[in-house]
Structures are given as C-alpha cells and as structure tokens.
C-alpha cells in the first residue's frame, strides 16, 4: 500500500471533548429493516426487527441513564420502514427533550411523510446517498449524477424552513475521485446544506489477521463485513483531506476525534466553512470549535451536534464576533471583505456556515487491536449496554466484539511495520 504522510496535524487541532458518559449524539435504532441494498453496510437487513414503542422508550432511558446528549440519530436499517417513526420522533422530542435526527435513505419520505415528522418535532435528516447503493432508477449512477437526487432532498426540507439538512456518502477509493466534485456541490448548496460527511469504507482483513468470538475462528462469509479484495487499499483521512485540497486549497479541519488506542489517529476530523452559494470565504479554526463546544455546554450543559439553519446562516455577524479571537474566523472575515469590496453585490447575499466531517472507522492495529473512535458519537443500546453502533452486529451475532490476530507470515503483514492508527485500516 503507498503510504501518504498526513497534511494534517492533530495537535494543532481542538480534540473534541466528547466522551462515553458526556456527548453530543445518541444512537437509536428502532429497527433493522431496510429498502435499500448498500454496498458499504455494516448492518444486516432484518425484516422482523422492529422494536416496540415501549422498547424504543427503554432504549431511551438507558441513553438518557448513561450519556448526557444534545440529539439523538434515529437510524436502523431506514427508520422511516418503522409504521411509529412518527411518534418516536415525538417522543424523542417532547419526552426527553432532545433533537431528533432522522438517518435515512429518503426512499420513503414523501411529502405527507415531512409533514408529519416536522408535526412531531424532527430537528434535522441525514440522507444518505453514494453511487455504492442499488437504488431504483439510480443504479449506475455516478456521484455527480446522483447530485440530482441529493438536491432534490435538500430543497424538500429547505422548503419545511428551520430543519437541519445533512448527506452522507460512503467513499470507496474508486468513488474518492468525486470527493471534490461533492465539496463544489455542498458549497454551491450551502444555503440548504448544512452539513457534509464522507465516511471511509471499511471491510474485514483477512489476509492479515485472523478474527475469533469466545476463543473459536470465525469463517470471514460468516460476517456481515466484507473482506478486503474489494478494500485492497483503503482510505485514510490523510489521503481524503490532501485530495480535497487539489481543488479547495483552504480546506481546513479544525477539530478532530482520536482513537481509543492511538490518540493521534484522526477517526472524526471537522472543519466548518464559510460561504454565500458563491464562494467559499474560509474555514474557522480550533478556537472556533473550542468555544462553541465548551461554551454550549457551560451554558446548556450540553455538547452540541446540531445547529438551527436561523443559526448557521447568521455567518456575516459570526464573522466579526469570532474572529476576535479565531486565526481562520479572522482570515475568513478578511476574504469575505476583500470580495465584497471587489463585488458589493455580495454584500446583500446571506453568509453560511457549513459543517464538512471525514470519518475514518475501525483500525486495526499491528498486534491487532481494535482502535475505535474515542468518545464516538454513535453509540448505541444493546442489551441495557451502550455499544459502538458500528459494531453492533457482532454483538447481536456473537455476544461479543469480534477480536483480530495477526495471520503469522501473512503477505499483507509487513506493511503495518511503523504504522500509526491513523495510517492503518
């Protein structure tokens, strides 16, 4: 595997403060059933696995018993196949308090579907769409074509007002050359848009590492991974961030998430961006992020996750105010001025602020050890325990986390000699 060095430093990032007990998300998964075959999934489809309303309420107690949170990520499988998504929004909102974030695929949210969840109290959707999908009418396409679908999600909860709007897209190193194309979409978009997340593909690594649960070798098609021939390289956060640069040369995280055995290893790396639909004017830097994070909770007692559209598109007036104190709020404020200095009509547009995220998931370390997000936001409940919702089904099918050992003498071995967590997949 080539090896690129990291252009991103961690220790000149804010490390997010999040933790197991004191955190900004919850994971709620009222189902596994899903209308839509992923390539990237690490969840299996079950039909037959909606919870009840009494059990989506325990599964809130235990989040609300064991983490402090500003929102909580309904997920599944799609939420949206659950026939109550409806009153769990509601519940999540008027019960407990919390903003509730529905993950989702969008094939069942139509207009009457919106209505009804903004009636309940949803604070914001998370769509995800990549070119890795078998969806209906769109196998094949690729993910600048896909832009199509994605604006036409974004405009139905633009049209709602005041609901946050995020997109996901699993990036496999054949699809990473379209990374930039979407950071140009989500910029143009940045008025309904609110926040960009590219999540790395992973898969098992057989060729190196042996994997057992209780002691006994498990067979690699008995999981619900698949296996590196179709990860042969994976992608770093490293790479991905370099790769943006080519086109956006500001691009810069400010904040990140280390990992539970390398702290250094960037699992979770943020930045936010400011622009008008026209230009992008700048990133804010680790003060930004610091003040925010720290600030919502000495206030609210709360980590943040997400922010009203009335809030991210106050940018002119966070401008002056951060940068008093923020390097990159500060350069951002210079290059808006010298812009609408240069065209005044730019000072009547309305200047966002948007959210962009990496996630890089598991690591394998060289003795194998399993390097997770530390302080992941996605944490879910199984079994009255809070679980890495990305593993969750080797909870569900095993009882346990599946544990990697080195294969002795394996071929894929030796490239793990000197690596770092945040190198190594």
Same mark, same amino acid.
């Given at each position: 595997?080539?090896?690129?060095?990291?252009?991103?430093?961690?220790?000149?990032?804010?490390?997010?403060?999040?933790?197991?007990?004191?955190?900004?998300?919850?994971?709620?998964?009222?189902?596994?059933?899903?209308?839509?075959?992923?390539?990237?999934?690490?969840?299996?489809?079950?039909?037959?696995?909606?919870?009840?309303?009494?059990?989506?309420?325990?599964?809130?107690?235990?989040?609300?018993?064991?983490?402090?949170?500003?929102?909580?990520?309904?997920?599944?499988?799609?939420?949206?196949?659950?026939?109550?998504?409806?009153?769990?929004?509601?519940?999540?909102?008027?019960?407990?308090?919390?903003?509730?974030?529905?993950?989702?695929?969008?094939?069942?949210?139509?207009?009457?579907?919106?209505?009804?969840?903004?009636?309940?109290?949803?604070?914001?959707?998370?769509?995800?769409?990549?070119?890795?999908?078998?969806?209906?009418?769109?196998?094949?396409?690729?993910?600048?074509?896909?832009?199509?679908?994605?604006?036409?999600?974004?405009?139905?909860?633009?049209?709602?007002?005041?609901?946050?709007?995020?997109?996901?897209?699993?990036?496999?190193?054949?699809?990473?050359?379209?990374?930039?194309?979407?950071?140009?979409?989500?910029?143009?978009?940045?008025?309904?848009?609110?926040?960009?997340?590219?999540?790395?593909?992973?898969?098992?690594?057989?060729?190196?590492?042996?994997?057992?649960?209780?002691?006994?070798?498990?067979?690699?098609?008995?999981?619900?991974?698949?296996?590196?021939?179709?990860?042969?390289?994976?992608?770093?956060?490293?790479?991905?961030?370099?790769?943006?640069?080519?086109?956006?040369?500001?691009?810069?995280?400010?904040?990140?998430?280390?990992?539970?055995?390398?702290?250094?290893?960037?699992?979770?790396?943020?930045?936010?961006?400011?622009?008008?639909?026209?230009?992008?004017?700048?990133?804010?830097?680790?003060?930004?992020?610091?003040?925010?994070?720290? !600030?919502?909770?000495?206030?609210? *007692? =709360?980590? @943040?996750?997400? +922010?009203?559209?009335?809030? &991210?598109?106050?940018? $002119?007036?966070?401008?002056?105010?951060?940068?008093?104190?923020?390097? !990159?709020?500060?350069?951002?404020? *210079? =290059?808006? @001025?010298?812009? +609408?200095?240069?065209?005044? &009509?730019?000072?009547? $547009?309305?200047?966002?602020?948007?959210?962009?995220?990496?996630?890089?998931?598991?690591?394998?370390?060289?003795?194998?050890?399993?390097?997770?997000?530390?302080?992941?936001?996605?944490?879910?409940?199984?079994?009255?325990?809070?679980?890495?919702?990305?593993?969750?089904?080797?909870?569900?099918?095993?009882?346990?986390?599946?544990?990697?050992?080195?294969?002795?003498?394996?071929?894929?071995?030796?490239?793990?000699?000197?690596?770092?967590?945040?190198?190594?997949?």
């Amino acid at each position: 595997m080539q090896l690129h060095q990291s252009p991103v430093d961690p220790t000149t990032m804010f490390r997010m403060p999040w933790s197991l007990t004191d955190n900004v998300l919850g994971w709620l998964e009222p189902t596994k059933k899903c209308n839509l075959t992923c390539e990237g999934c690490y969840s299996r489809n079950d039909p037959n696995s909606e919870k009840s309303l009494d059990q989506v309420r325990s599964d809130l107690d235990i989040f609300t018993s064991k983490r402090k949170v500003d929102s909580i990520s309904i997920a599944g499988g799609d939420p949206l196949t659950h026939p109550d998504i409806v009153e769990i929004v509601r519940m999540v909102r008027h019960d407990y308090g919390l903003k509730p974030i529905v993950n989702t695929n969008g094939i069942d949210l139509d207009q009457a579907m919106l209505d009804a969840l903004v009636e309940a109290g949803v604070a914001g959707f998370t769509f995800h769409i990549d070119s890795g999908q078998k969806r209906k009418g769109w196998h094949g396409k690729n993910e600048i074509e896909l832009c199509e679908l994605r604006e036409h999600y974004a405009q139905m909860i633009a049209d709602v007002g005041n609901i946050g709007c995020a997109f996901n897209m699993t990036v496999y190193r054949h699809t990473a050359r379209f990374v930039p194309d979407l950071m140009d979409w989500a910029a143009t978009n940045i008025h309904r848009v609110h926040t960009m997340v590219f999540i790395l593909f992973r898969t098992m690594r057989s060729e190196e590492f042996d994997y057992y649960a209780h002691g006994k070798k498990i067979a690699r098609d008995d999981s619900v991974y698949l296996d590196q021939e179709l990860n042969a390289e994976p992608l770093t956060t490293p790479e991905v961030v370099e790769l943006i640069r080519t086109r956006e040369p500001l691009f810069a995280p400010a904040a990140y998430l280390g990992g539970t055995v390398d702290p250094a290893s960037l699992k979770w790396t943020i930045g936010a961006r400011f622009g008008d639909g026209e230009r992008i004017h700048g990133y804010v830097g680790p003060r930004f992020m610091e003040f925010v994070q720290n !600030g919502h909770h000495l206030f609210t *007692g =709360r980590y @943040l996750a997400y +922010s009203k559209p009335s809030v &991210t598109s106050m940018g $002119r007036a966070m401008l002056p105010v951060f940068g008093l104190f923020d390097k !990159g709020v500060r350069k951002s404020a *210079g =290059r808006w @001025l010298g812009s +609408s200095l240069t065209h005044p &009509t730019r000072l009547a $547009r309305t200047v966002h602020l948007q959210s962009v995220l990496i996630i890089q998931p598991i690591d394998h370390m060289p003795d194998g050890q399993t390097n997770m997000c530390d302080g992941c936001p996605d944490i879910t409940v199984h079994d009255g325990e809070l679980v890495w919702s990305c593993r969750l089904d080797e909870k569900v099918q095993w009882g346990c986390f599946v544990h990697a050992v080195p294969r002795e003498g394996a071929a894929g071995t030796p490239q793990f000699k000197g690596r770092s967590a945040a190198k190594a997949v």
